[in-house]
């Protein structure tokens, strides 16, 4: 047997900046916390059951009451001031139901990411306040083009940041303060110096571009480093070697001169 269609959600999304609204401040303003508390209420009970509108009557009434331990003339005052503020539509507010565009719009925008069909036949005709289909529309693409400012805001003060808290160490090899402290906790000033040295080299004749340098030292210019100090009889015996070369060179040059000096005995 099919599971009956379901209109309410699960859950709404809220914009972060809901409490810069004149209209939730001016409700604050004039009804404190308890204002803010009853008006949210109502608006999970709107998503929850219809999804974007209830009955406003005599046992909702009661069910606030009940909830906040607060009289009920209170809670019908703060709910007819949200009429008149338009956080409900105050029109079908008259008629006996919570609603307003802002809460219609919502809901269809989260029916149409949950692919939910014919979201839009489950608001009664006689309280639809969404008249245009453009007009939803532009709602998700403000949505959209909001969330993408702040993503792209977002990206763009890490990179700022990102790229002012660097250190150059070498022309082309910049670290953090806290990635040289790391590598200054693990090796001596020669050894820090030789690194940055070795990646810079390498940078530069390659033309590499790392997102991280940090990261380029800790996969590989430390195992050089480690290779080179693994095999420093290698290394002497080149420089020995040179120096031997270099040597013969000199005795080479020395006894030349020595015979083009030295006084022809049968003279």
């Not at 338009?86 to 990411?113: E, H, P």
């Not at 008249?131 to 529309?137: G, P, R, W």
């Amino acid at each position: 047997m099919a599971r009956p269609h379901r209109s309410g959600l699960d859950y709404f999304n809220i914009d972060t900046d809901r409490y810069q609204d004149q209209k939730i401040k001016r409700l604050k303003h004039n009804y404190g916390g308890v204002g803010l508390a009853v008006y949210d209420y109502l608006l999970c009970e709107i998503y929850r059951d219809k999804g974007c509108y209830i009955a406003w009557d005599e046992s909702t009434a009661f069910d606030v009451t009940e909830y906040f331990r607060i009289k009920e003339t209170a809670v019908k005052e703060i709910v007819t001031y949200c009429g008149v503020v338009g956080l409900f539509d105050k029109a079908v507010l008259t008629r006996g139901m919570l609603t307003s565009k802002a809460i219609q719009k919502r809901y269809l925008f989260i029916c149409k990411n949950a692919n939910r069909k014919d979201s839009e036949k489950l608001i009664p005709e006689e309280i639809n306040l969404i008249t245009d289909e453009m007009e939803l529309m532009g709602e998700e693409t403000t949505q959209r083009k909001g969330k993408e400012k702040k993503e792209n805001e977002s990206k763009e003060e890490e990179s700022k940041a990102h790229t002012l808290e660097k250190v150059k160490v070498r022309e082309s090899v910049f670290l953090s303060p806290k990635e040289i402290s790391q590598l200054e906790k693990q090796f001596n000033a020669e050894d820090c110096n030789w690194m940055y040295d070795k990646l810079n080299d390498y940078k530069l004749a390659k033309g590499i571009v790392y997102n991280s340098d940090y990261g380029a030292i800790c996969s590989w210019v430390k195992k050089r480093l480690k290779e080179e100090k693994q095999n420093p009889p290698e290394k002497e015996s080149k420089i020995l070697g040179a120096l031997r070369a270099g040597e013969t060179v000199v005795n080479h040059f020395k006894n030349l001169h020595n015979a083009t000096h030295t006084p022809n005995a049968n003279h």
